[in-house]
């Protein structure tokens, strides 16, 4: 509390020791501030912060794998540790810390306001995305990644009480996976990707069709000089474009019965691979586009292997650094490279490992309507 500048005062502060936050790690995630609405009583809007569980240091190894049985690390093999340290979300009082609703891999929370979801196994350290579907000024859908490479929404239903079980579960309309980075025929069974960095989400019409573009980049943040991936598509860390149809849907909330996800359990099988390549004769930016636009729908996004850096191309262990944006149709991307070499210096002398530079992709579809070389 900051209001007397003077003399100001700490208000709250928590630990994995404090009640309904078990799940916590390292809490790298930067709270957001909001509202929601819980029933319908004349406090029932609250003031809330939300935030990802944090990070465990189980991922300090490049080739962790959460379930492995040889990790580097003793204490992260399988028979000690079955889900990682911060594997959760939490909406919490901002006034107080209580938690008001959290969502975790774990059976255990705060009483009457927790959900276990099972797929939640992986740390959750980046900033969590937060949506005001109907412009009444509360939250009202969550985005967010884990360094298991998922990417999960969750659709919420302000106005009902957060009470019990029953309670709970109505104000949380679904719980959605919406992308397994680590999954498809593509995939190798090396090194996992990694979702550091906060989603991306930008609205656009096409066909008169409303739908969401969530955007998303991998990345080892934890170990970024290190060189363990290859360029082929399968290694390589990579920008994800998912189109997320449902999420614009007026029936979103409408009964089960009548409601059917279409952007769900995706994995790249389920994404076009790019960049366009212009020498292929049988290849347009037409062709490429159809199967991502609505009415056709065969495609649910698409994916740019990280491997392009400085003008060059098949660079290998290019990573995704920081948050992207989304913004005049437009995504700006920090990308690193540890092999970049900006000069020589013997091997004794200080030097700078690696470089960064920001990278542009065109949206929606990742295809570029203009003919400008300097945009992916």
Not at 32 to 50: A, M, Y
Not at 62 to 88: H, I, W
């Amino acid at each position: 509390d900051v209001s007397k500048l003077s003399s100001p005062k700490m208000l709250f502060s928590i630990d994995n020791t404090t009640t309904g936050y078990q799940a916590l790690g390292k809490i790298w995630s930067e709270p957001v501030s909001g509202q929601i609405k819980v029933g319908t009583g004349r406090n029932s809007i609250k003031d809330v912060i939300v935030f990802g569980g944090g990070y465990d240091e189980c991922y300090e190894d490049p080739t962790y794998r959460l379930g492995s049985t040889d990790n580097e690390f003793t204490e992260c093999q399988s028979s000690v540790k079955s889900m990682a340290d911060g594997n959760a979300v939490y909406i919490a009082d901002a006034k107080t810390g209580e938690v008001i609703w959290s969502i975790s891999g774990r059976s255990s929370g705060a009483s009457g306001k927790h959900i276990r979801v099972p797929e939640m196994k992986h740390s959750v350290v980046s900033k969590i995305t937060t949506l005001d579907r109907d412009d009444d000024g509360m939250i009202d859908h969550l985005y967010f990644g884990d360094l298991g490479g998922q990417l999960f929404r969750v659709d919420l239903r302000n106005g009902q009480a957060i009470s019990g079980s029953a309670g709970v579960n109505n104000f949380t309309r679904r719980i959605v996976k919406v992308l397994d980075g680590n999954s498809g025929t593509l995939e190798n069974e090396g090194l996992q990707r990694r979702f550091y960095g906060q989603p991306s989400v930008s609205f656009y019409k096409d066909k008169s069709v409303l739908f969401a573009l969530v955007n998303i980049a991998s990345g080892d943040r934890s170990n970024p000089i290190s060189r363990l991936r290859n360029t082929i598509p399968a290694q390589s860390d990579r920008l994800f474009g998912i189109i997320d149809r449902d999420i614009a849907s007026p029936g979103l909330y409408g009964t089960d019965a009548k409601v059917s996800l279409t952007t769900t359990g995706l994995t790249s099988d389920d994404l076009t691979e790019l960049p366009f390549n212009q020498s292929d004769a049988n290849a347009t930016k037409a062709s490429v586009q159809a199967p991502m636009r609505p009415n056709v729908a065969t495609s649910q996004g698409r994916f740019y292997p990280l491997n392009q850096f400085d003008g060059n191309s098949k660079v290998k262990n290019v990573k995704s650094m920081g948050d992207g944006l989304a913004i005049g149709g437009l995504y700006y991307m920090t990308a690193y490279s540890p092999e970049m070499k900006y000069d020589e210096t013997s091997g004794c002398a200080a030097q700078i490992v690696g470089g960064s530079e920001r990278q542009v992709y065109c949206l929606p579809y990742g295809i570029c309507e203009q003919e400008d070389t300097t945009k992916a």
